[in-house]
Every structure is written in C-alpha cells, then in structure tokens.
C-alpha cells in the first residue's frame, strides 16, 4: 500500500547561516493551503509569455510529469536529497531520501515547508537552492527516459495525441533534457517552475486546448491529486519501485488514477478505452470517464 506523508522526521535546531554566507531571502514561503496534506507552495515566476490563443485540437492532450514520468531519475534524485537533508536538518540520509519520496510531486521548497516547518525560512530557501544545482550535476547529468517513452511518444503522436509536459523543474532545464534526449519534437509545450504549480499547469493547458479529452500522467500521489482537482482532466499512474520505496497501481488508483501500470507501453490502448464513445452517443466525450 502507499505510505502516508512521514512523521518523526529529526529536527535539530539548525545553525544559521554564517555571515560570510550569500544573502539569503527572510521571508517565509507562503503556503498554498489545499484540502491535501501535500500542499504547495509558491515559487519566483519567470516574465509573462505572450498568451497563447486557444485552439481545438484533432484527438485530445496528454500532459507528462518529467521526473519519475518521463526520466528514470527517482533514484539519483532522491539519493541527493538525502544528503542534503542530513547536512542541513540532521536527518539521517536514508530517512531523508524515504521522506523526500514520499511528498514528491511538489515543489522541492513545498516538501521542506512541510517536513521541517519549524526550521529557519532561510536555511529552507539555501536548501532548495542547493538542491536544484545539485539535482542537475548528479542526477540530470546522469537520468535517461524510460525505456519504453520514446516509442510511446512516436506513437501517440501519430494517434494524433496533442503531448505537453507540466514539471516542477525550472522549465529551461526540462527543454534542454528532452532535446539531449530527443524528445523534445514531440512536445507542443513544457511549462515548468517559474510557469506556476502543477495545478496551474493543467489549467493553461486545458484553457488553450478546450473541449477535448486531457489526461495528466504522472508517478505520485500530488499528481493524481493535481489531476482531481482540475476540471475536464484525468489522471494517468506510472507506479514505481525505488530501493526502500513502492506506489503500486492499487496505490495510484486510490489517489484517482483512471489507469495505471509500472510501465507505460500500454498507454495508447488504455486512451482507447478511456475515450472510446459511449453506447448512448456516437460521440466521444469531452471529458475522460473514470474507470472503476
């Protein structure tokens, strides 16, 4: 089963920064309070795009999450993250690394708003500055796709699926990964970090793609609750299973996934069925149905 958020993290009062330190920001991260233990929070926003006017597109939108989703990265990634939690709050690396995995899917800065809200906001900020640079020389320097995403793009794309991607990494990053990789050819969009939350995400995309199926396929509880709180979305699982870790598709189902596997070679299939007409309409719906 999945694992509730962890309690009994150890948080010893950190030392501030010493004044030799670069300066820091003071003020708290404010919290983006949800009916969800996994809230969010907010984040520096890049300069305004142009709007992008809506259209209608041929067959409906897929939405994928980077990280987990896309890029086999979970392990290098939350390896950094545990390191960094010793350094900074005194939890053991191993602890860290399960407590980071078990609140992924938000921001980095959200996930240390809620695991260590008695620490300084400035030590939370230094933290998550850390942790983004490093997440680019340890982890991204070294992640590759899962192995069956290239041929699922390939292949959605030519069942005429409209592919975006919503991350929480800063969306540059996220362009620059997926032309290294190839992929990026595939994509009509990345909205990232400094583009809003994940909810936000989902929003712009259903405002410039409207009144066609959209589904977000993602690998963790926030996901599926992103997804659940967007009107005309659904939610799409890629269960895992990191050293010490494991969402199961029952797990992901029960977070609201209208589908989900530990691989996502049968996803064509799966939209086939999920958007197929119904037997009273010889139309397809514009909204995904939620399978049982």
Do not use: N
């Amino acid at each position: 089963m999945g694992r509730s958020m962890p309690h009994g993290a150890r948080r010893p009062a950190p030392s501030p920064p010493s004044s030799e330190a670069p300066p820091l920001v003071e003020e708290p991260l404010p919290l983006v309070r949800s009916t969800s233990q996994f809230a969010e929070v907010a984040r520096p926003v890049r300069a305004p795009r142009p709007p992008v006017a809506p259209r209608l597109v041929e067959r409906g939108v897929v939405v994928f999450d980077l990280d987990g989703t896309i890029l086999d990265d979970m392990g290098l990634v939350s390896a950094v993250a545990g390191d960094l939690l010793e350094k900074a709050f005194g939890t053991p690396a191993e602890e860290g690394r399960i407590h980071y995995l078990a609140t992924t899917g938000m921001p980095f800065e959200a996930q240390l708003a809620q695991l260590y809200p008695g620490a300084p906001p400035a030590l939370r900020s230094e933290t998550a500055r850390t942790f983004h640079q490093r997440k680019v020389t340890e982890a991204y320097a070294r992640a590759k796709p899962f192995p069956e995403v290239p041929k699922l793009l390939k292949r959605l794309a030519g069942d005429r699926w409209t592919l975006a991607v919503s991350t929480g990494a800063e969306g540059e990053m996220a362009d620059l990964l997926l032309e290294r990789e190839g992929l990026r050819f595939w994509f009509e969009e990345v909205l990232g970090s400094g583009d809003g939350t994940k909810r936000e995400h989902l929003q712009e995309y259903r405002r410039r793609f409207p009144d066609r199926p959209m589904f977000l396929v993602g690998d963790s509880r926030f996901d599926m609750e992103a997804a659940q709180s967007t009107p005309g979305v659904a939610a799409i699982g890629r269960a895992s299973r990191v050293p010490g870790w494991t969402l199961t598709p029952k797990d992901l189902a029960q977070w609201g996934a209208v589908w989900a596997d530990y691989e996502l070679g049968g996803l064509p299939e799966a939209l086939e069925r999920l958007t197929r007409p119904s037997r009273r309409g010889g139309r397809r719906s514009s909204a995904p149905k939620r399978s049982a």
